[in-house]
Structure formats: C-alpha cells, structure tokens
C-alpha cells in the first residue's frame, strides 16, 4: 500500500524534470521533428542556410504543464544570404491529442547583428527553460550577460526579459 502511494504521489504531485535526450528512438523522433520543422521554416530562404549539426541538443520537459513530455529542440543556422553570419535557436514542440505541435522558434543569439554572441542552458524550472546570453554592447563595449527564462504563452514563446 505504501509502494502505491508513493508512485501515485511521484506521477501526480512531483514535476516532472527535464530530460537530455542522447540516443535511442527518442533521438531518431526528435531528429525527425526538427528536420521536418527546419525543412518547411527554411523553404523561402535563398540561398537556403545551412544547419550546423553538432550544434542540435533535444530535451524532454513538461514546459505547458498539461503532463506531457515537451519537445525543447536548440540548434544553428548558418549562411544566411549566403554570407558566413549565424544564429542560435529555441524551438519547442508541444504534445496535443497524442500529435506534435510546433509552437514557436527564437533566436538566442548570433553573430553581427545580433547583440548576444554566445550562450549556454541554465536549466528548467516551473516551466521555464532559462539560458544565460552573454554579448556587448555595440557602442561602449561593455560587456552583457543576462539570463532569460524562456516558456509559452497564447501559442507563442515568451521570455521573461526583452532579448
């Protein structure tokens, strides 16, 4: 009796964590995901950039809070216009009726025309995904690093400070 009150307690009142995925069929699924994504985001963009693969991390996090296990995609584009600048993104899919439903894409940071030139994941928590951006700014030089928590509202991603 025990043993069932404290996996009903897990599953009903603990959050769930992120997860990285790394292999396995989760990966094959995630991968699927986002190239599906990036294949109908890019169609418009000529030259078409590049995606720089080692640059692809996937997480599994419950980010709406409906329990069920979100898609957090982060990867590179490279190219654009056919010049050698880049740009760093969030995508999140989200479960709807047991189908994967792209929400929303951001670009973190990028180089040249961009202010955030680099940066890294935080972590998860009370559904938010929080990334720390570091950067300058264009006139004095001085230097930036802001942490942003990112999460969805109305369909779309939010963050907690203006990027």
């Known amino acids: 009796m025990k043993l069932?009150?404290?996996?009903?307690?897990?599953?009903?009142?603990?959050p769930y964590k992120a997860q990285k995925i790394t292999s396995g069929e989760s990966?094959?699924?995630?991968?699927?995901?986002?190239?599906?994504?990036?294949?109908?985001?890019?169609?418009?963009?000529?030259?078409?950039?590049?995606?720089?693969?080692?640059a692809r991390s996937f997480y599994f996090y419950d980010i709406d809070d409906d329990g069920d296990?979100?898609?957090?995609?982060?990867?590179?584009?490279?190219?654009?216009?056919?010049?050698?600048?880049?740009q760093h993104y969030i995508a999140i899919f989200v479960m709807e009726n047991s189908k994967v439903k792209v929400v929303d894409d951001l670009i973190l940071f990028g180089d040249a025309w961009k202010k955030y030139h680099d940066g890294e994941l935080v972590g998860f928590k009370n559904g938010y995904v929080y990334y720390k951006l570091y950067g300058s700014d264009f006139e004095t030089d001085e230097k930036i690093i802001k942490t942003v928590g990112i999460t969805i509202m109305r369909n779309k991603i939010a963050t907690t400070k203006p990027l």
Not at 4 to 12: P, S
Not at 27 to 52: C, G, M
């Open 27 to 54: 990966l094959k699924h995630a991968n699927t995901i986002l190239n599906s994504f990036l294949q109908k985001k890019l169609v418009r963009e000529k030259p078409k950039p590049d995606e720089y693969k080692k």
């Open 4 to 14: 069932i009150f404290t996996i009903t307690f897990l599953l009903f009142f603990c």
């Open 69 to 86: 296990k979100d898609l957090i995609a982060f990867f590179t584009l490279e190219g654009f216009g056919g010049g050698n600048n880049w």
